[in-house]
């Protein structure tokens, strides 16, 4: 049972954007869920608040994945929760297509541990500090990182694809 009631998404915003300035790069209130956007030299410090913070008291990781934007970048996003507040946030910072880099939060939160590794083998988002990025679900001697974008399916070299570049159908 909830100690206090949820904190509204658009005050845990004010209150993260008091916090962190101009470094809040976009913010939202989805359905109810904070959605915040941070620059990534601020993103461990943000997980951090939200994590020690007694009032918002984010004590469970969900999950951490990321998005390929082409060339605007990669976004990693984390999903929190507070269990006893009974709120939730969803944290998305933006990395460079080349070179992606963040600071991991395994430390933090230990469940992001295999979280980082899948997203690293995946994406290619260097964790910084982390323990142990070895391949968690690809083999040993597989090369590239198949969530991007631009990596080549071996089934659309064998076959091209009837569809248009955003899945629809083909015409004719």
Do not use: N
Request: aromatic residues 8%; negative net charge; hydrophobic residues 35%.
């Amino acid at each position: 049972m909830a100690s206090s009631p949820p904190l509204p998404a658009r005050d845990l915003i004010d209150r993260l954007r008091a916090q962190l300035g101009d470094d809040v790069t976009e913010s939202s209130d989805q359905h109810g869920q904070a959605a915040i956007g941070v620059v990534p030299a601020r993103y461990r410090e943000t997980i951090q608040a939200l994590r020690d913070d007694d009032d918002l008291a984010f004590d469970f990781f969900d999950f951490l994945t990321a998005v390929d934007l082409r060339d605007e970048g990669l976004d990693v996003v984390v999903q929190l929760w507070s269990t006893s507040r009974l709120h939730q946030a969803r944290v998305k910072v933006r990395c460079e297509a080349e070179d992606p880099r963040l600071p991991s939060i395994h430390d933090l939160f230990p469940g992001a541990d295999w979280y980082e590794r899948e997203t690293w083998e995946l994406f290619g988002i260097h964790f910084e500090g982390h323990p142990g990025l070895v391949k968690l679900v690809l083999p040993e001697e597989f090369e590239g990182h198949p969530g991007r974008k631009d990596f080549p399916l071996a089934t659309r070299i064998a076959k091209p694809w009837p569809g248009d570049e955003q899945g629809g159908e083909a015409e004719g």
